[in-house]
C-alpha cells in the first residue's frame, strides 16, 4: 500500500510527464488564433445568436462584368458585359429562388432556377423551356456556393465548421491590416477570410485556382461600403479580382429575413416547354467524320472537343480546350485513331481561356501553332506560365504559322483543310474554323451550340447570327458542323434556328 505522500508524488510526476508528452501543437493554436478572430467577425455583424436567427436571405446585384480571358479582344481596352441577380435563399426550408440576367461577348442570358423539396428547376426565359435539375444535382451542395455571397452566411458557414479553422496571420489589403483566416466549407472549397483588424468586418474572400497564364492564384471576392441594417451591418458593394484584374463590380442590396410565402419560389410560366434533364456525365468518344478526320470528344473535359485530321506525314489539331492533363489525354486518343504520324500544328479558334488550356501539351509535343497575329502575345504568355506539366520540365518557345488576309490553307494534294477567320464577331474579334472542303465538314468554338439535351436554344445568339450571315456570305459547302462544345450537328439545324432571322439562300 501506497503512502499519502508517496501518492502525491507519483500523481505529479505523471501530471508533469502527461504536459510533457502533449504539448499545444501548432494546429491547436492556429485553430484557436483563428477562433478569435471569427468570433470578433461574428460580433461586428451582431453576434452568432443574430447571424443564427437569419433564416431567409434576399440578395441583389446589379453591374457589369469582364470575365477573364473570354473578352471579344486578346488585349485591353475591354468591352465589358452587364450582368443582374436577384437571390432568394430560404435556409430554414432549404430553398432557393435564383433570377440571373446578362449579356457580353456575343451572349444574352436570361434564367431563373428554383431549387426545393429536393428537386429543381432551370426555366429559361429566352428559349420558354423548363429544364428539370434531378435530386442527385440540387443536393445541399448547391446551397452551399450561396452562403459565400453574403460575410453573414460565410461566418454561419464558418462557426458550423470551426475544427476546420486555421490562423494564416496579417496581411494588408487596401491600405490596412487585416487578420487572415481560413476553414472548409460544406461543399470542400476552402476559403481565405480577410478580417478588417479596426471594425472586424469582413473585407473579402478568397479562393485559389490555376490562372492559365500567371499560374496558381488567388480569386478575390470583395465586400465594401457597409451600412447598418437593423442591428447589422450588411455590405453595398460585391466585386471579384482574377490575376490582378477586376472581373465584376455590382452594387449589392441585401435583406435579412424578409417575409416570403410557398408563392415567392413560384415563377410564371405558361407556355413553356418541359424538356429533358441534361445528363450528369458526358461520356468520352471519338468520332468518326470521314477517314482520317475524327473529333475527340469530352477527353480533355467534360463538353470540350478536339478535332484531328490526317494527313500523308502529320496530324493536325484544332483547338486545345481544357487544361494541360485533359489535353495530354487528347494527344493519346489522337495518335491511337492516326498511328504512326506527329502532330506536326495546332490550330486555335479563338483566344478564350476554356479554348487555349491545354496549348501547352501541344507546344511540349512539338506543333507549331496557327493562329491569328493579335493572338501570339496569348500563346506567349501561356507558354511561359508557371504551370506544371511537360512543358514546364522541357520548356520549349511556341513557334507560328500565322492566318493572313482571313485564310490560311493546308494541303497535302489529297487533304485540305481552311483556316478562315470569320470575326469580326460579338463573341471574339478574331474567330477562326477549319473548313474541310471535300467532307463538307465545319469545325467551329461557341458559334453555335446544341443543348446536349436537344432543347430549344430560343432567338439565337448574336454571336450565331453573325456566323450564319458570315458562311451566308462565303458560300461554303458545309452539311456538318462539329464543335468544340456540344455535339457534331447540320447545316440543316443552323438554317432552322435561322429562320424568321436571315433569309436563307
Not at 458526358?282 to 494527313?311: M, R, S
Not at 485533359?326 to 493519346?332: F, P, Q, R, S, W
Not at 485564310?407 to 474541310?436: C, F, S, W
Request: net charge neutral; proline share 6%; glycine share 8%.
Amino acid at each position: 500500500m501506497l503512502r499519502k505522500g508517496t501518492a502525491l508524488v507519483l500523481l505529479v510526476a505523471c501530471s508533469v510527464h502527461a504536459e510533457t508528452n502533449n504539448p499545444e501543437t501548432v494546429a491547436e493554436r492556429s485553430q484557436a488564433t483563428a477562433r478569435a478572430v471569427l468570433e470578433q467577425a461574428v460580433t461586428a455583424l451582431g453576434g452568432a445568436e443574430a447571424l443564427r436567427s437569419i433564416e431567409v436571405v434576399r440578395l441583389r446585384l446589379e453591374g457589369e462584368n469582364w470575365p477573364r480571358l473570354q473578352m471579344p479582344t486578346a488585349a485591353p481596352p475591354f468591352e465589358g458585359g452587364t450582368q443582374q441577380e436577384t437571390l432568394l435563399l430560404d435556409l430554414k426550408n432549404n430553398r432557393l429562388k435564383l433570377e440571373q440576367k446578362g449579356s457580353g461577348a456575343g451572349f444574352d442570358g436570361d434564367n431563373t432556377i428554383v431549387i426545393k423539396s429536393g428537386q429543381g428547376a432551370n426555366y429559361d426565359n429566352r428559349a420558354h423551356t423548363i429544364t428539370p435539375i434531378p435530386a442527385a444535382q440540387s443536393s445541399q451542395q448547391q446551397f452551399v456556393q450561396y452562403n459565400r455571397r453574403l460575410p453573414h452566411l460565410l461566418l454561419r458557414q464558418a462557426l458550423d465548421r470551426e475544427t476546420s479553422l486555421r490562423s494564416l496571420g496579417q496581411d494588408t489589403f487596401e491600405g490596412k491590416p487585416h487578420d487572415v483566416f481560413t476553414f472548409v466549407m460544406a461543399d470542400t472549397q476552402q476559403v481565405a477570410v480577410y478580417v478588417d483588424s479596426a471594425t472586424h468586418l469582413v473585407s473579402k474572400y478568397e479562393l485559389i485556382f490555376v490562372d492559365p497564364f500567371t499560374g496558381t492564384e488567388a480569386s478575390e471576392i470583395m465586400f465594401g461600403n457597409y451600412t447598418r441594417a437593423g442591428n447589422s451591418q450588411v455590405p453595398q458593394t460585391w466585386r471579384t479580382r482574377q490575376a490582378g484584374d477586376i472581373v465584376t463590380d455590382l452594387r449589392l442590396k441585401a435583406e435579412l429575413n424578409p417575409a416570403v410565402t410557398d408563392q415567392s419560389f413560384d415563377v410564371a410560366a405558361d407556355g413553356y416547354a418541359r424538356v429533358a434533364a441534361l445528363p450528369d456525365n458526358l461520356d468520352e468518344n471519338i468520332e468518326k467524320l470521314a477517314d482520317g478526320v475524327f473529333v475527340i470528344q469530352n477527353v480533355a473535359g467534360q463538353n470540350q472537343n478536339t478535332l484531328a485530321v490526317e494527313f500523308k506525314d502529320h496530324i493536325v489539331a484544332v483547338e486545345a480546350p481544357g487544361s494541360s492533363a485533359g489535353a495530354d489525354e487528347v494527344i493519346k486518343r489522337i495518335k491511337a485513331a492516326i498511328p504512326g504520324k506527329p502532330i506536326r500544328y495546332v490550330a486555335m479558334t479563338h483566344h478564350h481561356g476554356d479554348h487555349i488550356g491545354g496549348l501547352r501539351s501541344f507546344i511540349a509535343e512539338g506543333a507549331t501553332v496557327i493562329t491569328t497575329k493579335n493572338n501570339a502575345p496569348v500563346v506567349e504568355m501561356m507558354a511561359a506560365a508557371p504551370q506544371v506539366d511537360r512543358l514546364a520540365k522541357s520548356p520549349r518557345k511556341p513557334e507560328f504559322l500565322f492566318i493572313e488576309r482571313g485564310k490560311r490553307v493546308l494541303t497535302d494534294g489529297t487533304r485540305t483543310v481552311q483556316l478562315i477567320d470569320v470575326g469580326p464577331n460579338p463573341h471574339a474579334r478574331e474567330m477562326v474554323v477549319a473548313y474541310l472542303p471535300k467532307e463538307r465538314v465545319l469545325f467551329q468554338g461557341d458559334l453555335f451550340f446544341v443543348p446536349a439535351n436537344d432543347a430549344q436554344t430560343g432567338p439565337p445568339q448574336p454571336t450565331t447570327v453573325s456566323f450564319a450571315k458570315k458562311l451566308q456570305d462565303l458560300k461554303l459547302g458545309v452539311d456538318r458542323i462539329a464543335s468544340v462544345h456540344g455535339r457534331t450537328t447540320t447545316i440543316e439545324e443552323l438554317k432552322r434556328a435561322m429562320q424568321g432571322v436571315i433569309p436563307s439562300t
